[in-house]
């Protein structure tokens, strides 16, 4: 990288990279004007140099302006031209309200495009972001959740959305973790605090370089420990400038440690670790296995359900883990399974008592007639014994049935 001085900086100056100042520490994204706050904090600290691979430029707006700001962040960090999309690949597979942007899905999607808008905040610099809007995204999200709770599931599993990869993570996470919360019963002002810290805990990511977040391949060591630097920048974030403190604040930094201390960044082990991190550990590892990635394709539902059983209280605390399991179910709920007759079918509902058996709607019946989502062919495996699941199916699998 090149060294630049510090007292060449003037406000409004421009990088077509990431100015750092040190390895570990961003001190604007690429494309983010310096403001005059950044240089008065670099001479308070007393650093002569900030580095970057980036040329040079000037702002018309001198660093003043928000919007220029979040605009150039959206550019340079989540891909110019990202918006929600929707992946309609089957119309058996999805449901009849993100076809006709209706019910619980223009909720979900506002809340990823929300989430977003917070995400440039962060990227952008400090005191950008602002923590009224996080509480009421999180409030937002928990109402909803309470009120379509098998909805919110099912477009997680069904990989309906594209587009704003981190904000829809984020989103993702902090659904999934509010079940696990609420599952075990914590108080209402514990759940909100987990929900927040889900939203934040990979807010340090956001001031990572794109080319490491995106990089197809395994990690260089310095890159490695780039990425690993994220719960620090993350905690920064949550307490310095969003002005978090105490619980959320534990729990993006403590988010990738381990029930049996192997973990990071600072190796502690089992009931050490903040409850929220815990139980965001778990959203955190469920939701990144069935998403798709750069770096490879996304997994069913039932066979992330699987890989999360076989930890054996290694990555996570075994008491939340089987809550995971009572409100996920084996087959989680928006699943998509084949039955021993052939019928292919969504799981609507769970029973902790019989997860093997859950209550299913038919997509697609033995004779291959495919029923809209309306018409509402429900069926509970519990009471009909002569059928059962023999596997659950991936969405090209589904999509490759009318080929």
């Given at each position: 990288?090149?060294?630049?001085?510090?007292?060449?900086?003037?406000?409004?100056?421009?990088?077509?990279?990431p100015?750092?100042?040190?390895?570990?520490?961003?001190?604007?994204p690429?494309?983010?004007?310096?403001?005059?706050k950044?240089?008065?904090?670099?001479q308070?600290?007393g650093?002569?140099?900030?580095?970057?691979?980036?040329?040079?430029?000037?702002?018309?707006?001198g660093?003043?302006?928000?919007?220029?700001?979040?605009?150039?962040a959206?550019?340079?960090?989540?891909?110019?031209?990202?918006s929600?999309?929707?992946?309609?690949?089957?119309?058996?597979?999805?449901?009849?309200d993100?076809?006709?942007?209706?019910?619980?899905?223009?909720?979900?999607?506002?809340?990823?495009?929300?989430?977003n808008?917070?995400?440039?905040?962060?990227?952008?610099?400090?005191?950008?972001?602002?923590?009224e809007?996080?509480?009421?995204?999180?409030?937002?999200?928990?109402q909803?959740?309470?009120?379509?709770?098998?909805?919110?599931?099912?477009?997680?599993?069904?990989?309906e959305?594209?587009?704003?990869?981190?904000?829809?993570?984020?989103?993702?996470?902090?659904?999934?973790?509010?079940?696990?919360?609420?599952?075990?019963?914590?108080?209402t002002?514990?759940?909100?605090?987990?929900?927040?810290?889900?939203?934040?805990?990979?807010?340090?990511?956001?001031r990572?370089p794109?080319e490491?977040?995106?990089?197809?391949?395994?990690?260089?060591d310095?890159e490695?420990?780039r990425?690993?630097s994220?719960?620090?920048?993350?905690?920064?974030?949550?307490?310095?400038?969003l002005?978090?403190q105490?619980?959320?604040?534990?729990?993006?930094?403590?988010?990738?440690?381990?029930?049996?201390g192997?973990?990071?960044?600072?190796?502690?082990?089992?009931?050490?670790?903040?409850?929220g991190?815990?139980i965001v550990?778990?959203a955190d590892?469920?939701?990144?296995?069935?998403?798709?990635?750069?770096?490879r394709?996304?997994?069913?539902?039932?066979?992330?359900?699987?890989?999360?059983?076989?930890?054996?209280?290694?990555?996570?605390?075994?008491?939340?883990?089987?809550?995971?399991?009572?409100?996920?179910?084996?087959?989680?709920?928006?699943?998509?399974?084949?039955?021993?007759?052939?019928?292919?079918?969504?799981?609507?509902d769970?029973?902790?008592?019989?997860?093997?058996?859950?209550?299913?709607?038919?997509?697609?019946?033995?004779?291959?007639k495919?029923?809209?989502?309306?018409?509402?062919?429900y069926i509970?495996?519990?009471?009909e014994?002569?059928?059962?699941?023999?596997?659950?199916?991936?969405?090209?699998?589904?999509?490759e049935?009318?080929?």
């Amino acid at each position: 990288m090149k060294s630049i001085t510090v007292s060449s900086l003037k406000p409004g100056m421009v990088f077509s990279e990431p100015v750092y100042i040190d390895e570990n520490n961003i001190l604007v994204p690429a494309k983010t004007p310096i403001r005059q706050k950044d240089l008065d904090n670099l001479q308070a600290w007393g650093i002569e140099y900030v580095q970057t691979n980036g040329d040079p430029g000037m702002s018309d707006v001198g660093g003043t302006n928000i919007e220029d700001v979040l605009a150039a962040a959206q550019s340079s960090r989540f891909g110019s031209g990202s918006s929600i999309k929707t992946n309609k690949t089957n119309p058996a597979l999805l449901l009849l309200d993100v076809h006709e942007n209706r019910g619980a899905y223009p909720v979900y999607t506002a809340l990823i495009e929300r989430m977003n808008i917070e995400l440039l905040r962060i990227a952008a610099g400090e005191n950008v972001a602002d923590s009224e809007s996080i509480n009421a995204i999180s409030m937002q999200l928990l109402q909803a959740v309470r009120e379509k709770r098998e909805r919110f599931v099912g477009f997680i599993l069904g990989g309906e959305v594209r587009g704003y990869e981190m904000a829809k993570s984020s989103i993702n996470t902090a659904i999934l973790s509010a079940l696990i919360a609420q599952e075990v019963k914590l108080p209402t002002y514990k759940v909100n605090n987990i929900v927040i810290g889900a939203l934040l805990h990979d807010a340090g990511m956001s001031r990572l370089p794109k080319e490491i977040l995106d990089k197809r391949g395994g990690l260089s060591d310095a890159e490695r420990q780039r990425m690993r630097s994220h719960p620090l920048i993350a905690h920064k974030i949550a307490t310095k400038e969003l002005k978090y403190q105490g619980e959320v604040g534990n729990i993006v930094l403590q988010h990738h440690e381990r029930w049996d201390g192997e973990g990071y960044p600072d190796r502690i082990a089992g009931d050490k670790i903040e409850i929220g991190a815990r139980i965001v550990s778990i959203a955190d590892a469920f939701e990144a296995m069935v998403s798709h990635k750069p770096y490879r394709t996304s997994m069913v539902g039932y066979q992330a359900m699987k890989n999360i059983l076989a930890d054996n209280s290694r990555r996570f605390d075994p008491s939340l883990l089987k809550a995971f399991i009572l409100t996920m179910g084996i087959y989680p709920i928006g699943s998509i399974v084949r039955l021993n007759n052939g019928v292919i079918a969504r799981v609507s509902d769970t029973r902790a008592s019989a997860p093997l058996r859950p209550r299913i709607q038919v997509l697609i019946d033995a004779n291959k007639k495919v029923f809209k989502h309306e018409e509402g062919n429900y069926i509970d495996l519990l009471a009909e014994k002569s059928m059962y699941i023999t596997k659950a199916m991936t969405v090209k699998e589904l999509s490759e049935l009318d080929e």
